[in-house]
Nanobody, 115 residues
Framework: QVQLVESGGGLVQPGGSLALSCAAS????????MGWYRQVPGRERQLVAK???????TYADSVKGRFTISRDNAKNTVYLQMNSLKPEDTAVYYC?????????WGQGTQVTVSS
């Protein structure tokens, strides 16, 4: 069974930066894609960024130009670099991996952007 372990997150002021990482317990090339969703209370989980097995990246419009997803194949780890953070980026961020229709989720990490 795939396990995803997230790290990073925390409290940052508006305009600041944070980096998240997600380490998989298996070869990330086993996945169709991998990435990050985020969720705020009372709202649905929304895609932030993903990277597929071919290395193609996709971003939510709200984070384009500010967030960058990348991966280290040797470490089976995906990263999310978040720059120019805004208060509306505050959420719990969840790493995921997908094989066909099967999603696996990380435990979630809180990101709070506040002065």
């Amino acid at each position: 069974q795939v396990q995803l372990v997230e790290s990073g997150g925390g409290l940052v002021q508006p305009g600041g930066s944070l980096a998240l990482s997600c380490a998989a317990s298996t070869n990330i090339f086993d996945f169709n894609d991998m990435g990050w969703y985020r969720q705020v209370p009372g709202r649905e989980r929304q895609l932030v960024a993903k990277i597929n097995v071919g290395g193609v990246t996709t971003y939510a419009d709200s984070v384009k130009g500010r967030f960058t997803i990348s991966r280290d194949n040797a470490k089976n780890t995906v990263y999310l670099q978040m720059n120019s953070l805004k208060p509306e980026d505050t959420a719990v961020y969840y790493c995921y991996s997908r094989i066909l229709s099967r999603f696996t989720w990380g435990q979630g990490t809180q990101v709070t952007v506040s002065s």
